[in-house]
């Protein structure tokens, strides 16, 4: 996939990289890289698409992206359970949180809100400031990664 062994680091908090991205900091195309996620070269990928979407939204966990740009010999985690927990708090998240851990737009997550993808734990209860944006229920989050698991 690679030919260099990248020193790069990328933000731990997007945890969820891009197929775009990945196709930049791999130097490779789309297909090149879809390929990669199926075969489970580069592992632990995640569509985050709402589930009547027609085009497939990937993120590829931000660690597996690392792991194969600096060419490490680290074990992955063994199910995508230990994937989530490793960077899904154990709380309820805010709308913010979400689209930012998905790398996403809030449109995005205001429609996996609509099609209840995204459980609402707390509806927002300001126009502005920390209480804006609406809580989501971690288990919802959770479980919506975990059908999204792309294999």
Known sequence: ????AL????PAA???????????LCD?????????IEDGSLAWAFNIGEPTALRREIRVWRDALLKVLRRQDTPMPATPEEVISRFLPQRDLRTSEIQRLFSCSS???HDLMRTRCLIVARAATAASGPNAAALITRASVQSFLLRGLVR
Do not use: Y
């Open 7 to 10: 020193q790069i680091d990328l």
């Open 14 to 24: 997007r945890p969820l990289v891009p197929v775009e991205a990945c196709m930049v």
């Open 28 to 36: 490779a195309d789309e297909d090149e890289i879809l390929r990669h």
């Open 1 to 4: 996939m690679l030919q260099l």
């Open 107 to 109: 449109q995005h997550v």
